[in-house]
């Protein structure tokens, strides 16, 4: 699929220098960091109210990898996904907003972060995503992973939680609740995780900073 990468024009949209801050020592500590309340403005609510506006036809049976059968990854997970790539002004102020991310993160971790890529993600009451890893090793240009929640109250159970996996282990080590607002980062490589059954639909952003795939 051709997904053009997206540089965002609007620096309207900037994390502030403390949030940066606190972003860039808890990677590079951690290897992730979760933050509540991200946004909880305009801009979500924006954002909320774009994904729910797509039509059927819009939404996507999303994949795994770039040539696998289709019939597997149903196994495998069952959102619909819908790619950032027009130019509708909640979205220029979403990248904007990464866009920050990315050049905050590169001046604090010299990460070298090229883009980022992004993609709406719905998934219906009983929709999941399997335990899984974003980038193999070596063999992806996927550096950091972004997951933003577009869920209005969200209840516990409702269920749907994120579930965080250290590098070996079984226990999850956080468990998200896709709460509206939230904003989970974490590294591609490192973190398997997958995403449980809800009980009403979850909307999120899953996006990715990606290095050069020249390097
Ligand atoms: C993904 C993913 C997590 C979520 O799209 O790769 O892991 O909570 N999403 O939506
Ligand atoms: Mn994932």
């Not at 774009?50 to 997970?77: C, M, P, V, Y």
């Not at 749907?160 to 956080?174: A, M, N, Q, R």
């Not at 998200?176 to 490589?189: A, D, H, M, N």
């Amino acid at each position: 699929m051709n997904r053009p990468a997206i540089t965002a024009t609007n620096h309207s949209t900037a994390f502030d220098e403390q949030t940066l801050e606190e972003i860039a020592n808890a990677i590079s500590k951690h290897g992730y960091i979760i933050l509540p309340n991200v946004l909880r403005t305009d801009l979500f609510e924006r954002l909320r109210q774009r994904a729910k506006a797509f039509t059927s036809s819009e939404w996507k049976a999303a994949g795994i990898g770039r040539n696998n059968a289709h019939h597997l990854d149903k196994q495998l997970r069952s959102d619909s996904i819908h790619w950032i790539t027009d130019r509708h002004p909640s979205e220029v102020d979403f990248m904007a907003l990464m866009e920050s991310l990315r050049i905050g993160l590169n001046r604090r971790l010299f990460l070298g972060l090229f883009n980022f890529e992004a993609h709406f993600s719905k998934y219906p009451a009983g929709a999941f995503y399997v335990k899984h890893i974003d980038a193999l090793k070596g063999r992806s240009n996927r550096v950091l992973s972004a997951v933003y929640y577009l869920n209005a109250d969200w209840q516990l159970d409702d269920a749907g939680e994120l579930l965080i996996y250290p590098e070996t282990g079984k226990e999850p080590i956080e468990r998200v609740l896709p709460k509206g607002g939230t904003l989970v980062l974490f590294e591609s490589v490192r973190f398997p995780h997958e995403v449980l059954k809800a009980n009403r639909t979850r909307f999120s952003i899953a996006g990715w900073f990606r290095v050069n795939e020249n390097n």
